[in-house]
C-alpha cells in the first residue's frame, strides 16, 4: 500500500518521520497515520513526498514499475521449485521499493538466463534437424576421409611415379584448404562474432533475412516512395546484417521487393485491392500477366488492424524448381518449415507442373484450420532462346474466418486439399504423398 512504500522509502535513505514531515509541511502524527495507510493520500501531497524521498510519484502511489514486477515475479516462478523455501511473491513492492538496485540486477539476470536458454535450445535445434549443418559435417568428413586416403598412399608407396606424386601432393593441398575452408564456416555457423551474435541469436542467413522482413510487416514504406536507393538505410537499421552472407541476403529479397514495387506503385495497388475485397482472381489485370507479381505485393500490403484498415493476413511461400523453400513469410496455423520442402500436396508444387497456369485452392490443415491458397509457377529471370528457363514457384495464403469454412469440403466444385506442414510433423499417417 502507499503508506508502507512511503515508509520503506523513508527508512532506506534514513530520513526520520519527523523531518520529512516537516520537509512536506505537514506534522509527524499526520505523516505517522498515512505511514499506517490509515489516511488517503494523492494530488500535491503525493507529488510532494514523492520529491522529498527521490522516487517518481506513481512508485510510491503503484508500487514497482510493471516490467520490473512481472519479471520479478517470472524469477520467482521459474526458480520456485529449485529453493527449499518459495520467495515471498506478496512483497515484491517491497523488495523493488527498499533494494531498487538488487531488484533491477535480479531481473536483467532473469532476462540474460531466458536469452541464453533460448540460444542453447535454438543450437540444439540446429544440431538435431538442420540440413545445411548435416551437409557441412558431411563435406568435412569427407575432405578428411580424402587426406588421409592420400597421405596413406605417400607413405607407403616408395617408388610412386614423380608425376603421381606431384598430383598427389596437389591433391593433398586442395583437399586441406577446402577443409580449412568447410571447418571455418562450420565454426562461424555456431559462434559468429559477439555483435551479430546478440543481433542473430541462434539464426541463420535466411531466418535473420525473414525476421527483418517480419518485423518490418513485410511492409517499408521508404522503398515505396524511394526505391532501391533506401536499401542500404533499411539494413543499416536492421539486426544480423554485420553477417556479408545475411547482408547480401537481404539486399537480393529487398532488391526484389523494390522492383515489385516500382512495376505495381503503392497508390495503384493498395486502392483497387480494397476495392477487389482484396481477391487476387480480381486483380491479375494489374500485373499485366504477372500473376506472381500480384501474388507477392498483396502480401506487402500494410495489414488491418483495430485502428485501421488495411489487408487481411496473408502469408507467403516461395520455392525454386527443386521445390527447397527460399523465402516465406508465415501466417498462424499454418506452419512452413525452416528448412527444406514442405507439404507436397500444397498447390505450390502443383504449380511447378503447370507453369504459367494460375491455380485456387482450399486448404485444410490437420488441426481443423482452412485457408485459400492462391499459386503460380513463373520464370525466375528472361530467359533466351534454346535455354530451359528457372523456375519459379509462389504461394499467397489467407485463412478462412471460422463462421465462412466449407463443412463439406467442397472448394466451387473441388474436395479441399487435405494437406499439412511437411511430413516431418505431419499427423496424416494414411497420406499417399508421406516421403
Same mark, same amino acid.
Not at 520503506?8 to 505511514?35: C, F, H
Not at 501531497?45 to 522529498?52: E, I, S, T
Not at 568428413?141 to 608425376?163: G, K, N
Given at each position: ?227 532501391? +536507393? *533506401? ?6 537499421? $536492421?539486426?544480423?546484417?554485420?553477417? @556479408?552472407?545475411? #547482408? /547480401? !541476403? %537481404? ?80 501466417? +498462424? *496455423? ?6 527444406? $520442402?514442405?507439404?507436397?500436396?500444397? @498447390?505450390?508444387? #502443383? /504449380? !511447378? %507442373? ?82
Amino acid at each position: 500500500m502507499t503508506g508502507n512504500r512511503i515508509r520503506e522509502r523513508r527508512l532506506v535513505l534514513g530520513i526520520k518521520q519527523a523531518d520529512l514531515a516537516e520537509m512536506v509541511g505537514i506534522s509527524a502524527s499526520y505523516l505517522n497515520l498515512i505511514e499506517h495507510n490509515r489516511r488517503r493520500i494523492g494530488g500535491k501531497l503525493l507529488v510532494g513526498l514523492a520529491r522529498a524521498l527521490a522516487v517518481e510519484p506513481a512508485q510510491l502511489s503503484e508500487g514497482a514499475d510493471a516490467t520490473l514486477y512481472d519479471a520479478l515475479q517470472s524469477v520467482a516462478r521459474d526458480q520456485a521449485g529449485n529453493l527449499d523455501a518459495p520467495p515471498e511473491t506478496d512483497r515484491i513492492d517491497e523488495m523493488a521499493g527498499r533494494f531498487p538496485g538488487w531488484a533491477a540486477l535480479i531481473a536483467a539476470q532473469q532476462k540474460r538466463i531466458a536469452g541464453l536458454e533460448a540460444m542453447v535450445e535454438g543450437l540444439r535445434d540446429r544440431i538435431g534437424h538442420d540440413p545445411l549443418l548435416a551437409e557441412a559435417m558431411h563435406e568435412v568428413v569427407s575432405s578428411v576421409a580424402a587426406i588421409r586416403s592420400t597421405a596413406d598412399i605417400l607413405v607407403r608407396e616408395a617408388d610412386i611415379d614423380p608425376v603421381w606424386r606431384g598430383r598427389f601432393h596437389r591433391n593433398l593441398h586442395e583437399e586441406a584448404e577446402r577443409l580449412s575452408t568447410r571447418a571455418t564456416a562450420l565454426i562461424h555457423h555456431f559462434e559468429p562474432d559477439a555483435a551479430e551474435a546478440d543481433a542473430r541469436g541462434a539464426s541463420t542467413p535466411t531466418e535473420t533475412v525473414e525476421a527483418m522482413f517480419e518485423a518490418a510487416g513485410h511492409h517499408f514504406p521508404e522503398i515505396e516512395v524511394h526505391g532501391a +536507393a *533506401a536499401i542500404p538505410a533499411v539494413l543499416m537499421r $536492421a539486426a544480423g546484417m554485420g553477417d @556479408p552472407a545475411t #547482408r /547480401a !541476403l %537481404g539486399e537480393r529479397w529487398l532488391m526484389a521487393y523494390a522492383a515489385d514495387a516500382a512495376r505495381l506503385p503503392l497508390p495503384v495497388m493498395r486502392p483497387a485491392a480494397e476495392a477487389a475485397g482484396h481477391d487476387p482472381a480480381l486483380l491479375l489485370g494489374l500485373g499485366q500477366g504477372d500473376v506472381a507479381l500480384v501474388l507477392r505485393r498483396l502480401a506487402t500490403l500494410p495489414r488491418q488492424t483495430e485502428a485501421t484498415a488495411g489487408a487481411p493476413p496473408f502469408g507467403l511461400a516461395v520455392c525454386d524448381g527443386s521445390g527447397a523453400l527460399i523465402f516465406r513469410r508465415r501466417l +498462424a *496455423a499454418f506452419s512452413i518449415p525452416r528448412f527444406g $520442402a514442405g507439404c507436397p500436396l500444397w @498447390p505450390l508444387y #502443383r /504449380a !511447378l %507442373g503447370r507453369p504459367g497456369q494460375p491455380e485456387m485452392s482450399l486448404i485444410e490443415m490437420p488441426q481443423g484450420a482452412q485457408f485459400r491458397a492462391w499459386a503460380i509457377s513463373q520464370p525466375a529471370a528472361p530467359t533466351g532462346f534454346g535455354e530451359a528457363p528457372v523456375m519459379q514457384a509462389v504461394m499467397l495464403l489467407t485463412p478462412v474466418p471460422p463462421e465462412a469454412q466449407v463443412t463439406s469440403a467442397t472448394h466451387a466444385g473441388a474436395a479441399a486439399i487435405a494437406a499439412g506442414p511437411g511430413c516431418h510433423l505431419c499427423p496424416r499417417m494414411a497420406c499417399p504423398a508421406r516421403r
